[in-house]
């Protein structure tokens, strides 16, 4: 079974700096990737995903972009965040099986 | 465009009886997967039981079964012997198995309370 990863579990930023959050799979190859924000008792936005390397796909045009370096390995960013920004972001993977699984998530607060 | 709606925002059930949450959708297609995700307290999102469209028959797992009606576009989640691990907010969501279709299309959730 897969395993995804996410780092940091939390972060505190202030408005205006750059952002890094990191998600990698075990237990699978070419995975289709994703990554969520969900606002505090909200639902799941979804705000990239990516079918192979290299290959991006953008649902809501934002201040984030995300980049697919390996196979298992996806990338979200920021060059200045701002304070809408705050949420909390999942990272997923999607089997052949069409189900995806979820990481455990990085609670992002920008002051 | 697929939509999924989720129309008790919260619910409560005493531990050991059994709960069912609600879940409707909209879509034009007729080949798709539907699931039942669990988020507890630590937002960790879980899979808990899945269904395809195709198939008549409803998806169990253990104390979680489904009741899918095509027709009337319903798939709802059956708790039986409710468990206070059960606490959480559970998320209806849509995949199409359209070639080129990837995303989940989730609702907005229920919230579930299991009371001792």
């Known amino acids: 079974s897969q395993t995804i990863h996410q780092w940091p579990a939390t972060l505190v930023q202030p408005v205006g700096s750059p952002l890094s959050l990191e998600c990698t799979v075990e237990?699978?190859?070419?995975?289709?990737l994703y990554w969520y924000r969900q606002a505090a008792g909200r639902g799941l936005q979804l705000l990239f995903y990516?079918?192979?390397?290299?290959?991006i796909s953008s649902e809501v045009p934002q201040n984030l972009s995300a980049s697919r370096p390996q196979d298992r390995q996806f990338i979200l960013s920021s060059k200045k965040l701002l304070l809408s920004d705050s949420g909390f972001y999942l990272c997923?993977?999607?089997?052949?099986?069409?189900?995806?699984?979820f990481g455990p998530g990085t609670r992002l607060t920008v002051t | 465009a697929q939509t999924v709606t989720q129309s008790q925002p919260e619910m409560s059930v005493q531990e050991a009886e059994t709960v069912t949450l609600s879940c409707t959708y909209d879509?034009?297609?007729?080949?798709?997967?539907l699931f039942w995700y669990k988020q507890p307290p630590s937002r960790q999102m879980i899979l808990v039981i899945r269904q395809e469209a195709y198939k008549q028959q409803n998806a169990t797992e253990n104390r979680f079964s489904v009741n899918f009606q095509k027709a009337a576009k319903s798939f709802s989640l059956k708790i039986s012997d409710s468990q206070l691990g059960d606490a959480a907010m559970y998320f209806c969501a849509y995949r199409s198995r359209r070639a080129g279709s990837y995303q989940l299309t989730f609702g907005k959730g229920t919230k579930l309370s299991v009371i001792p």
């Open positions: 990516s079918v192979g390397i290299g290959q």
């Open positions: 879509t034009s297609e007729s080949d798709y997967y």
């Open positions: 237990g699978t190859s070419n995975p289709n």
């Open positions: 997923a993977a999607g089997t052949l099986t069409y189900e995806q699984y």
